[in-house]
């Protein structure tokens, strides 16, 4: 019986090797443009100096404000002093504008946020009839600005009483037609249908899956639109403005001006060093907002990624 044996390879192991197909790559998209990057460092320059010059100002005297170079220290450094001395003005005033408006943005923002989340989600989820004008009516609202809605909403707060009390900068700021569509676009793919339509199977009402369900998958865009309020909130000056006249109850933005008018005008009270003051207030203003950032900064991220992905 013969056996047949097969034939070695006369190809070459080399020859071989370069004929197998090579796995696919893909070619680096990494490319640098220095046009691109110098427009970048415009932008970042842009965005820090501001901070950079509110910093160095405030470690300032009054009169090396103006005597100095804006953008370096002077030669007597005075951070602590000023700082000292802006909680210390006006019998420490500065201290209680800085509680009233961590007041008015935390409340102004944890209520706008609850009422974004409940009227997106209705309307994400739910069909009734003018479902589409009233949805229309708030992306219109969302073009109006503030600013034409200050005089009527100060006659209204003043037949009601409620002009010169918290209230009056509390209760507009609720009202936020951004937050409530981006509460509702959000909700249309963080909260599944299978979800509700298996909770109502087991017996949980609206409120309920609402509350215990639909808030917790919505938590993400809740940190976004508490965010946006609380700048909003915490910036606003014409709004205060007009509603308050006690300055026991000021945010610092109309405190820090009313202290600026001082300086500028020689008023009552007035010190040398008014203006370093005011200064010195700006930049405690922000640190809140810094800190507010910092902390929720990844739950914010992950509430615009996951909003923008349809799941």
């Known amino acids: 019986m013969t056996t047949v044996t097969p034939a070695a390879s006369t190809t070459p192991a080399a020859t071989r090797v370069a004929a197998e197909p090579r796995p696919f790559r893909r070619p680096s998209t990494r490319r640098r443009s220095t046009p691109l990057t110098i427009a970048m460092l415009a932008v970042l320059a842009y965005f820090l100096l501001p901070l950079f010059w509110l910093l160095i100002a405030s470690t300032k005297s009054t009169q090396d404000l103006f005597n100095s170079f804006g953008l370096w220290f002077s030669h007597t450094p005075r951070l602590l002093s000023n700082i000292r001395a802006t909680f210390t003005q006006d019998d420490g005033v500065f201290g209680r504008w800085l509680l009233n408006t961590v007041l008015y943005a935390g409340a102004s923002a944890l209520g706008a946020a609850l009422l974004a989340a409940a009227a997106g989600y209705g309307f994400a989820k739910y069909r009734f009839r003018g479902h589409g004008a009233a ?39 609720l009202i936020s037609p951004f937050g409530l569509y981006l509460m509702r676009i959000y909700a249309e793919d963080a909260v599944p249908d299978s979800l509700i339509e298996a909770a109502r199977m087991d017996g949980a009402g609206e409120l309920r899956i609402f509350c215990t369900i639909a808030l917790r998958l919505l938590a993400p865009g809740l940190v976004t639109v508490v965010l946006f309020t609380l700048v909003a909130t915490w910036n606003n000056y014409f709004l205060p403005l007009i509603m308050l006249n006690d300055p026991n109850l000021y945010p610092i933005t109309v405190g820090l001006s009313s202290w600026a008018a001082r300086a500028q005008n020689g008023g009552a009270g007035a010190s040398s060093d008014m203006l370093a003051l005011v200064v010195t207030g700006s930049l405690i203003s922000i640190i809140p907002l810094v800190l507010a950032f910092l902390l929720l900064q990844r739950y914010w991220q992950s509430g615009l990624a996951t909003g923008g992905v349809k799941q």
């Open 135 to 173: 949805f229309n009516l708030v992306l219109g609202a969302i073009m109006i600005p503030t600013t034409a809605l200050a005089i009527p909403t100060y006659l209204l707060f003043a037949k009601a009483g409620l002009v010169n009390t918290p209230w009056a900068v509390i209760l507009p700021s």
